[in-house]
């Protein structure tokens, strides 16, 4: 809320407080002070901060009373920033710390909160509301353990001014705004006086544009929250104390809030109100709800003797037609803080707003029950770090309004649309089992499909279960899959009856399990692929360790290709029998610069055409180059001493460039490859110019080897 509304509404100030106001202060300050004094708190900021600039002013007194104002303005941002910047001074008393805690909370700075509030405590240890907010800030994903369940939306008819309690009347609702721009603004805040006003429900816009509510029923000044009964012929609504046309006043001036009853003739009309018989001049009643048969009145009050800042209470009529004395509702219900705008439901939960139970910041939604005297916090996202209150549900209990200031930079309240949804929910054991050893399976993959899942993809644990939280009377379907199983499927109703669930998987294939060999520990990012030589069947598996399984077929022959662009790729034929293999494969890393000898690579004399015999070992070298896509080679051609120098470099350029040719016509990119004839410049024995040597010895040094020059990003 933008201030508390009760607070501000009671507090109507119709005259001038004289004070004695110490000599020290300067005028400003004493200008804040008078202000202060009939509650107009928002031009007393003002005045304050003026202060602030002047000399021969004592800055942290007039910081604290910034905070206090801010405080009354209900303005937690403001309230922060000034009790920080005195949070250590002399001013600050156990109750500021309090506060500054709780405005600390309504920001959402939860930490820093909890650290105030435990400070507090130490000065304060018996104060229930801090203890509760204190244990609250640790248990916050309790608290918010059914946000999943609501869906919230903005109303259509919000305004920029404060739009808040709404309440079911025929086709739409009565809420309390101020957006009237007839009505008079009051000094607390500066804002208009609240009226009560209509909107139905459209089929095309969501609301009409809302209408002023009955006349007999707003006033001059401030009217609502109200609530409806006996078929909506009824009502009982707060407003200030005016009557006759009179504004009542306390001996001190100040108007409080009373209860009016008010009936519905035949034509539609809104009779004259009827105060309510508990209304004292001297202490504020408002905020009422009632049962539909009008026998019992809830309503909060400020009077004397009460346990906190505003408790609930309640009144029976009894049989003569006269009110009961109100009831204090007690210490399970009321703090020493605020309880306000209750709404009975279904005449079995009590909802009202509190600042004084522990939540996460400012007023929060809590839930009486009746019954058990249970409360429970409604958590996100009805509630929020700041004001949330004046709910309403309809008769289901799945959908319904409430009011909040989260998202206004003014503080300004609106009023949003909820819906609730949660089913019963039931745990299934799923148990996977082999159908032939009915050995448990562990690892099994479930996939979970149906409506309220948390997690849909689960796994068996070493007992072969899974624990699923499943809606009642919803169908699921789930499908089990397990490596060298075959999957299985099936689809149920989860009644109360399905407590336990068993699935048997049978086995597909034999494993065929393996080992990589590398000369470096890392091979990650190895891809094996299988192929089934009889049906083509492909499985792939990306390794990130050096063993690796496959399911196989008895007496089928495969294919494994070892891929990885920092070794050169491997291919194994495996042929599998009617039992589990074991396969262990070496693979060669890619080293930049290191020669290969291509064997059987024969030219005639003096020529360096290919050879059909030289093509067969070609190739070879073709399907390396396929195989691993991302290598660049050089292809060197080499000679031994016979003949001059310079006609052996020659010739073995010839011979590598006929080389590189005959790979270009194999379908190979030419950029991936180059040529390089190195003569007799790289002997690899003695045979050098002049040196007697072996026909065998001379044809070791005549080769043809390539080399790996650069591996280009991986082509996949």
């Not at 401030?222 to 104390?241: I, M, Q, W």
């Not at 399907?623 to 080679?633: F, G, Q, T, V, W």
């Not at 005959?662 to 379908?667: A, C, E, H, L, S």
Request: hydrophobic letters at 35%; glycine letters at 6%.
């Amino acid at each position: 809320m933008k201030n508390y509304f009760f607070y501000k509404a009671i507090l109507f100030i119709l005259f001038l407080c004289q004070t004695n106001l110490l000599s020290a202060q300067n005028k400003k300050e004493q200008k804040g002070d008078r202000l202060v004094e009939k509650y107009a708190y928002l031009a007393a900021t003002e005045a304050y901060k003026q202060a602030l600039s002047e000399k021969q002013v004592d800055s942290s007194a007039v910081a604290h009373k910034l905070a206090s104002c801010y405080r009354k303005l209900n303005d937690p941002q403001n309230m922060v920033f000034w009790y920080a910047s005195i949070i250590d001074s002399d001013f600050i008393e156990s109750v500021d710390k309090y506060y500054y805690a709780q405005a600390l909370s309504s920001i959402g700075n939860y930490a820093d909160s909890k650290f105030w509030f435990d400070v507090y405590l130490k000065e304060v240890p018996n104060d229930e509301r801090a203890k509760k907010f204190s244990q609250t800030l640790v248990s916050l994903e309790d608290i918010n353990s059914e946000s999943e369940w609501f869906t919230l939306s903005d109303v259509t008819f919000n305004s920029e001014h404060s739009d808040f309690s709404p309440m079911f009347y025929g086709e739409g609702l009565v809420f309390v705004s101020a957006r009237n721009e007839k009505s008079k603004k009051h000094s607390w805040d500066d804002t208009r006086f609240l009226d009560l006003f209509y909107t139905s429900e459209s089929d095309t816009i969501g609301f009409e544009i809302p209408k002023l509510f009955y006349s007999k029923i707003n006033t001059r000044y401030h009217e609502g929250p109200l609530a409806f009964y006996d078929h909506e012929s009824k009502l009982v609504v707060t407003r200030n104390n005016y009557e006759n046309r009179k504004l009542l006043k306390d001996n001190k001036g100040v108007t409080k809030l009373k209860l009016y009853f008010s009936s519905k003739d035949s034509l539609g009309n809104w009779s004259r109100v009827v105060p309510f018989k508990y209304n004292n001049d001297n202490y504020s009643v408002g905020h009422p709800t009632i049962t539909e048969d009008g026998q019992t009145l809830y309503f909060v009050s400020d009077k004397p003797a009460g346990i906190g800042g505003t408790d609930i209470y309640v009144s029976k009529l009894k049989e003569n037609g006269k009110w009961s004395k109100p009831q204090n509702l007690g210490e399970k219900i009321n703090t020493k803080g605020d309880e306000m705008f209750p709404f009975l439901y279904n005449n079995e939960k009590l909802y009202f707003s509190s600042n004084g139970h522990g939540g996460l910041g400012g007023l929060d939604v809590f839930i009486y029950d009746l019954s058990s005297q249970e409360i429970t916090n409604i958590g996100a996202p009805i509630n929020s770090s700041r004001d949330d209150f004046g709910i309403i549900l309809n008769e289901a209990g799945n959908e319904g309004y409430f009011s909040s200031n989260r998202l206004t930079e003014d503080g300004n309240d609106n009023i949003y649309h909820f819906t609730f949804e949660k089913p019963d929910f039931q745990e299934l054991l799923l148990t996977v089992r082999d159908s032939v050893t009915s050995k448990v399976i562990s690892d099994a993959k479930v996939h979970l499909e149906g409506e309220f899942i948390k997690e849909s993809e689960i796994s068996t644990d070493s007992l072969g279960q899974s624990r699923l939280q499943l809606a009642l009377g919803y169908n699921y379907s789930i499908d089990i899959s397990k490596e060298s199983y075959i999957d299985k499927g099936l689809t149920f109703k989860n009644e109360k009856s399905t407590t336990a669930l068993e699935v048997l998987l049978t086995r597909d294939c034999l494993s065929f399990e393996g080992e990589i060999i590398a000369t470096t520990s890392n091979i990650n990012g190895t891809l094996l692929t299988l192929v089934d030589n009889a049906t083509g069947e492909v499985q792939k598996l990306l390794l990130d360790d050096h063993t690796y399984s496959f399911c196989v077929e008895p007496y089928h022959s495969y294919k494994l290709k070892i891929t990885n662009d920092q070794f050169f790729t491997k291919e194994v034929e495996i042929k599998i029998e009617d039992k589990p293999a074991i396969v262990k494969t070496e693979i060669v890393p890619i080293e930049l610069g290191k020669s290969f000898k291509l064997e059987n690579i024969h030219y005639d004399l003096n020529k360096a055409n290919i050879r059909k015999d030289a093509a067969i070992e070609l190739n070879k070298l073709v399907k390396i180059l396929k195989d691993n896509p991302a290598i660049e080679i050089e292809l060197g051609s080499h000679t031994d001493s016979r003949g001059s120098d310079s006609y052996n470099l020659k010739l073995s350029e010839r011979r590598a460039a006929s080389a590189v040719k005959y790979i270009i016509t194999q379908g190979i990119d030419p950029s991936r490859l180059s040529s390089k004839g190195y003569g007799e410049t790289q002997l690899i024995n003695q045979c050098s110019n002049g040196i007697s040597c072996s026909a065998e010895e001379h044809q070791a040094n005549r080769r043809t080897e390539f080399k790996v020059l650069r591996i280009r990003k991986r082509i996949m």
